[in-house]
């Protein structure tokens, strides 16, 4: 199963390094390219099904993704939790204030320490975690202008967000019929909505961004998350996964 991921991640990868993106946009980052062997190993290993549940996040973040390949996968997490250490590359392109160190990066990803470090304590191992529940990011790519600004994937024009979009939707669609979840469940509202979009029939849900430049995420996101969870799963709020 988890080479009908890797395929239909190859298939995103191709997808979107064809798409262009006009200023503000002055950087596009790809870790489906440059740190591919890192996000395969994530297939690899944690992506055999089928799920449960999978936590749908926006894009990559600037200590997260963009350095580990890995959806919301701040170093820590990702060499030490999930156990996954293969080497990653750079983008042909760099912003200098937004350089990619792979695991060498020192900086925290605040919503991947959030969202994983909230999962670990919930489930205890990964392998329990990841036996029926998944985390993805709806759009592989990363923006930044020329400032060194984070550009999200819902500010680009119309055109290009249509493009992008559509690229995006049948990845997660495949994602899905993959992994045959009976939840999907956004973290943060742009992720909800775009699976409310791109798929039907499935149960679509949503729980509060852990990003810190979002006010609501610096007062006890994890027990706000909990409660949303067990509202929504129907799962006990001393276990939030008890769904799994």
């Not at 798929?199 to 995420?217: C, F, M, Q, Y």
Request: overall charge positive; hydrophobic content about 45%; some cysteine.
């Amino acid at each position: 199963m988890s080479t009908a991921l890797l395929e239909a991640a190859a298939t995103l990868r191709a997808a979107v390094g064809a798409l262009r993106f006009a200023a503000p946009v002055a950087y596009v980052y790809n870790p489906l390219e440059y740190a591919w062997d890192n996000h395969a190993a994530y297939l690899r290993r944690w992506g055999a099904g089928p799920k449960r549940l999978v936590l749908l996040g926006m894009n990559p973040g600037p200590f997260g993704m963009l350095q580990t390949g890995v959806p919301f996968g701040d170093v820590p997490t990702v060499r030490d939790w999930l156990r996954l250490t293969e080497a990653v590359g750079r983008p042909a392109q760099a912003h200098p204030k937004r350089p990619v160190e792979g695991l060498a990066c020192r900086r925290v990803e605040v919503s991947g320490a959030r969202l994983w470090g909230a999962i670990a304590r919930w489930a205890g191992t990964p392998e329990r975690f990841f036996a029926q529940g998944f985390v993805a990011n709806y759009c592989p790519l990363a923006f930044l202008e020329a400032s060194g600004r984070n550009r999200t994937p819902d500010k680009l024009p119309v055109a290009e967000r249509e493009r992008l979009f559509s690229a995006c939707d049948e990845h997660l669609r495949a994602l899905v019929r993959v992994l045959r979840p009976a939840w999907v469940i956004g973290v943060g509202a742009f992720a909800a909505e775009r699976a409310r979009l791109a798929l039907a029939e499935l149960k679509i849900g949503r729980v509060t961004h852990p990003s810190p430049a979002n006010p609501a995420a610096n007062r006890d996101w994890e027990g706000a998350v909990r409660r949303e969870l067990c509202q929504q799963l129907g799962s006990r709020e001393d276990d939030p996964l008890a769904l799994l």
